[in-house]
């Protein structure tokens, strides 16, 4: 679409997803065992006819620039899309303090004396949902706006989480708080929403007239969007919001990504892969199809190239190159995969070694775990969390959220019980 140029905000350290994000970019964490959290709103930017697509990040963004550059080769198709890695310059020294200050200390190379867009998208690279961007894009114009909002409604447990806001009649934005704190401050944004009584809550997805947003970053004290800018902006600038219906999700946090990633295994899931008028895009892995020997699959996601000896999987994903060893038991867990095959040789020598192989060993039983791309999990290993801690850090694995994360080539010796 002509005149609006996309910018995906890819977080900063991403401690809440931490230790997924221990050695890459938020949006590079994968996602439905195949896919990347930066595949959700690139693949949505292309239905969306977006045509000039700009990725914020700071920290860890290798990995994502080996995806990006895999995945997104669009030739002469005239379509272009660029990581942006935070830098120092002569004018600053620091970190991107928050979102609308990653967009302040980047505006050079969005906005250009060649390529000066009309109109400017901000996105977030950690939520889930599928939506073409026309529709709020068309409401943007049709009301001369000069900043339009993303809203979704939330329920009164949710809320706290999010930007809240108030909308007129008319849909213009009357009022906004970021992440209220008290009962007293919620209650006054309840409002009848498209899900019924409720609250409207900020999908973190903006729409700027460039001249707006140029001038508004350009505030030093304006470091957040939904923090500083928007409730700056309500009375001076024309802000209206754009409702959104349909299924979106927050997956900033392990507890919200562990939970949506095994939502898509439901019978009929409120978000899926499977939808081929609106696909999500990623890369080609040129892997065979799974192997399953003598196995027990329930309700469960097997990724290409993964194989399974012998073992029980249920409500489960398993990624890209999974090795699953005999009597294993895999219940409500996410296993994110490997990004090669080791040799029988590598195997040989790592056992001599006294390091398992990449995988699951014999005999383990995991519940309600997160096993990270080329983590190795020995013979006899139970990480099932049966004293139900919360929070927690061990030799090569963590607890959050209740639930057991073992990092990206984290190492579980034989026989640990978590």
């Not at 959050?400 to 978590?418: D, F, L, N, W, Y």
Request: charged content about 20%; overall charge negative; proline content about 5%.
């Amino acid at each position: 679409m002509a005149g609006i140029t996309a910018v995906i905000l890819g977080g900063g350290r991403g401690a809440r997803l931490f230790p997924l994000t221990k050695d890459r970019a938020k949006p590079g964490v994968p996602i439905a065992g195949k896919f990347r959290l930066i595949d959700i709103p690139m693949s949505n930017c292309i239905h969306s006819g977006l045509e000039r697509i700009f990725i914020l990040t700071q920290f860890n963004s290798a990995s994502l620039n080996h995806h990006i550059a895999e995945t997104y080769q669009f030739g002469l198709a005239g379509r272009s899309v660029r990581v942006l890695a935070a830098e120092q310059t002569n004018d600053s020294q620091d970190w991107y303090l928050g979102t609308a200050d990653a967009v302040r200390r980047t505006l050079a190379h969005i906005v250009t004396a060649r390529e000066r867009p009309a109109h400017i998208l901000i996105l977030s690279g950690d939520h889930l949902y599928r939506m073409d961007y026309r529709a709020m894009i068309q409401q943007h114009l049709a009301r001369d706006a000069d900043i339009t909002v993303g809203v979704t409604p939330v329920s009164r447990e949710e809320a706290p989480r999010f930007g809240v806001l108030g909308l007129t009649e008319q849909g213009d934005l009357s009022q906004f708080v970021e992440k209220p704190e008290h009962e007293a401050e919620l209650d006054a944004f309840e409002a009848d929403t498209p899900a019924g009584r409720g609250f409207l809550g900020s999908m973190g997805i903006y729409l700027f007239r460039t001249s707006v947003l140029v001038a508004e970053v350009g505030d030093p004290a304006h470091v957040d969007f939904g923090r500083d800018v928007l409730p700056a902006a309500i009375g001076r600038r024309a802000i209206c919001g754009h409702v959104f219906a349909g299924y979106w999700a927050d997956i900033g946090t392990i507890g919200s990504f562990f939970d949506a990633n095994l939502s898509l295994l439901d019978r009929m899931p409120r978000f899926d892969f499977y939808n081929e008028e609106f696909p999500i895009f990623s890369a080609r892995t040129h892997l065979p199809d799974a192997k399953i020997n003598q196995c027990v699959v329930r309700e469960s996601m097997l990724g290409e190239g993964s194989i399974i000896d012998e073992s029980m999987i249920s409500r489960s994903i398993v990624g890209p190159r999974s090795f699953v060893r005999q009597d294993t038991h895999i219940n409500s867990c996410l296993l994110l995969g490997a990004d090669y095959y080791e040799s029988a040789e590598q195997i040989a020598d790592n056992l001599a070694a006294g390091i398992p192989p990449i995988g699951i060993g014999r005999r383990c039983m995991l519940h309600r775990a997160i096993i990270d791309k080329n983590a190795r999990v020995g013979d006899d290993v139970l990480l099932l969390n049966e004293a139900g801690v919360t929070e927690a850090d061990g030799d090569g694995w963590y607890i959050r959220e209740g639930i057991i994360v073992v990092p990206k080539g984290g190492v579980i010796p034989a026989g640990t019980v978590v």
